[in-house]
């Protein structure tokens, strides 16, 4: 080898090296200041871990527990107070058709249809018992089954008594 090949070699080498500290340096800055910047949360992926991660229930213990209990129990009767169906009409041709009449025209369930003949045991108990049957459920003895307020909850008594009382006045 001559002598400006070794020069050459010498000095190609040191620029390499020196090539290599600076991008070691430049690697070593780039992860300070990535350190340095707070890491962003993307909103949607902070939302779905709260809702991942929420409580599925409470736990309700003693005298606190049951006044938690009875609280939630009267939000609970108060929203469903402030949702009346149909919206809040008491025609009662109306709740017919839209929930009644799905039991009642077909006799799923052994509902009686508007046949008077399937109503003379029922009226004679009195109407205020078929409002409570209406309002609260009923199971018969023969194993029919009338849910409450027909199977909507937010059925107010008045809009049941009302249908009842169209049913009763449209018997064939």
Same mark, same amino acid.
């Given at each position: 080898?001559?002598?400006?090949?070794?020069?050459?070699?010498?000095?190609?080498?040191? !620029?390499? @090296?020196?090539?290599?500290?600076?991008?070691?340096?430049? !690697? #070593?800055?780039?992860?300070?200041?990535?350190?340095? #910047?707070?890491?962003? !949360?993307?909103?949607?992926?902070?939302?779905?871990?709260?809702?991942?991660?929420?409580?599925?229930?409470?736990?309700?213990?003693?005298?606190?527990?049951?006044?938690?209990?009875?609280?939630?129990?009267?939000?609970?009767?108060?929203?469903?107070?402030?949702?009346?169906?149909?919206?809040? %009409? %008491?025609?009662?041709?109306?709740?017919?058709?839209?929930?009644?009449?799905?039991?009642?025209?077909?006799?799923?369930?052994?509902?009686?249809?508007?046949?008077?003949?399937? *109503?003379?045991?029922?009226?004679?108990?009195?109407?205020?018992?078929?409002?409570?049957?209406?309002?609260?459920?009923?199971? @018969?003895?023969?194993?029919?089954?009338?849910?409450?307020?027909?199977?909507?909850?937010?059925?107010?008594?008045?809009?049941?008594?009302?249908?009842?009382? *169209?049913?009763?006045?449209?018997?064939?």
């Amino acid at each position: 080898m001559r002598n400006y090949d070794l020069e050459f070699l010498k000095r190609f080498s040191m !620029i390499i @090296g020196l090539l290599a500290l600076v991008t070691l340096g430049l !690697i #070593l800055l780039a992860i300070y200041l990535h350190r340095q #910047l707070p890491p962003e !949360i993307s909103p949607t992926a902070a939302r779905r871990t709260a809702e991942r991660i929420h409580p599925v229930g409470a736990v309700y213990a003693g005298d606190t527990g049951a006044a938690a209990q009875a609280a939630a129990a009267a939000a609970a009767a108060a929203k469903a107070a402030s949702q009346v169906a149909y919206g809040g %009409t %008491t025609d009662g041709a109306v709740i017919y058709q839209n929930l009644c009449g799905a039991c009642h025209t077909t006799g799923v369930g052994q509902a009686p249809t508007l046949d008077r003949a399937q *109503w003379n045991a029922r009226i004679a108990q009195g109407t205020e018992t078929m409002y409570r049957h209406a309002i609260e459920g009923f199971t @018969g003895p023969d194993g029919g089954i009338m849910p409450p307020r027909g199977g909507n909850p937010s059925l107010t008594d008045e809009q049941v008594q009302v249908t009842v009382d *169209w049913m009763l006045a449209n018997l064939k």
